[in-house]
């Protein structure tokens, strides 16, 4: 047990006790300590949020970045104005061809160069077409893409160097697609719409007749009328 002495003569300070208490060390040190401790510990936490954050808005801005839009423009050699947008989606492997016509009618052109398939939607029919994609395609789909390296690209065709060609493809009438099994892009783009099968042809012949053609630039100065016509079931 711990007595209390009697204060010396010379003692300055006086000294209180209670007989029987032990003395008790200063809290102040580990008080400091533990406060350090939990801001250290909203310090880490708020970074961490800091930098999920910064993450989560990098991913979303990721997707909108990869869209790029390239306007083709120019007169074709038979005089008629080429107005076209071209919608490049990198991420999906997507390329979506928007043409429009003289008297403003717009028919829709989508490469799905991921799956290698084609579809058309041409402006004044209530029908898509789908075939597979060849080494053409690819050629003709990849011209478009060192245009695509700004959010917006404009390209101007010069006239005098377009080469235009045709191509025809037969529309396999008795082979109608269910639009359900078909890829997320071709449902939109083709929804409510009957969707047939078509394949290359080299012409209609003299007993079939062509219905429609859209016409196609590519930055290669190249321009492509494709020509639908029904082959017999």
């Known amino acids: 047990m711990v007595g209390c002495g009697r204060p010396s003569e010379h003692s300055v300070e006086e000294v209180r006790c209670t007989e029987g208490v032990p003395a008790v ?3 102040f040190p580990h008080k ?22 910064l993450g989560n808005s990098g991913m979303l801005e990721d997707p909108a970045q ?16 080429i107005n076209q947008s071209t919608v490049v989606d990198k991420e999906n492997d997507l390329v979506t061809f928007s043409v429009t ?13 991921k799956h290698g398939l084609v579809c058309y939607k041409p402006a004044n029919q209530e029908t898509c077409f789908l075939r597979e994609m060849d080494q053409s395609d690819y050629q003709r789909v990849g011209s478009v893409l060192p245009e695509s390296t700004h959010q917006m690209s404009q390209f101007q065709l010069s006239g005098s160097e377009i080469h235009r060609q045709t ?11 269910n639009v359900s099994t078909l890829e997320e892009p071709f449902q939109a783009l083709c ?19 062509v219905y ?3 016409d196609i630039c590519f930055p290669s100065n190249i321009c492509v009328s494709v020509c639908f016509y029904y082959l017999p079931e």
């Open 167 to 177: 191509e025809f493809l037969g529309v396999l009438g008795g082979r109608g697609v």
């Open 25 to 27: 060390k200063p809290w």
């Open 212 to 214: 429609f053609c859209i």
């Open 66 to 81: 990869s869209i790029h839009i390239v306007r083709i423009t120019g007169p074709d050699p038979t005089g008629t104005v």
């Open 32 to 53: 400091a300590f533990w406060v350090s401790v939990v801001v250290c510990l909203l310090v880490v936490l708020i970074a961490l949020v800091l930098t999920g954050n």
């Open 101 to 113: 016509s003289p008297s403003n009618l717009s028919s829709t052109v989508l490469f799905d160069v």
């Open 191 to 209: 929804r409510d719409s009957p969707v047939h099968w078509t394949r290359r042809a080299e012409g209609p012949g003299r007993q079939r007749l």
